[in-house]
């Protein structure tokens, strides 16, 4: 039984950063794969990030250099550093965990404007 809640989303200009935390509760912070996806309106849902069990972390082109996914164990919770944000970087972002199950996340609003 895992609840996964995003927090960190909101308004930043283009070129800014932000970073995005996931706290996990229950028993267990230990999982196969964890990940960040986003969504915009119309748009079909996007993988941005995944961590693995080992720690070994993946990027898709459109945020490798600008993303960083990393886990705090001691407090059970994942981040998403985001810098040089982009306004197609606009989107609902969900953390993600994976190992038999998958949780997901509600949301949180991340927009880059100026």
């Known amino acids: 039984q895992v609840r996964l809640v995003e927090s960190g989303g909101g308004l930043v200009q283009p070129g800014g950063s932000l970073r995005l935390s996931c706290a996990a509760s229950?028993?267990?912070?230990?999982?196969?794969?964890m990940g960040w996806y986003r969504q915009a309106p119309g748009k079909q849902r996007e993988w941005v990030a995944a961590?693995?069990?080992?720690?070994?972390?993946k990027y898709p082109d459109s945020v490798e250099g600008r993303f960083t996914i990393s886990r705090d164990n001691a407090r059970k919770t994942m981040y998403l550093q985001m810098n040089s944000l982009k306004p197609e970087d606009t989107a609902v972002y969900y953390c993600?965990?994976?190992?038999?199950?998958?949780?997901w996340g509600q949301g949180t609003q991340v927009t880059v404007s100026s």
């Open positions: 961590i693995y069990a080992n720690g070994l972390t």
């Open positions: 229950g028993s267990t912070f230990s999982f196969t794969v």
């Open positions: 993600n965990a994976k190992s038999g199950y998958e949780y």
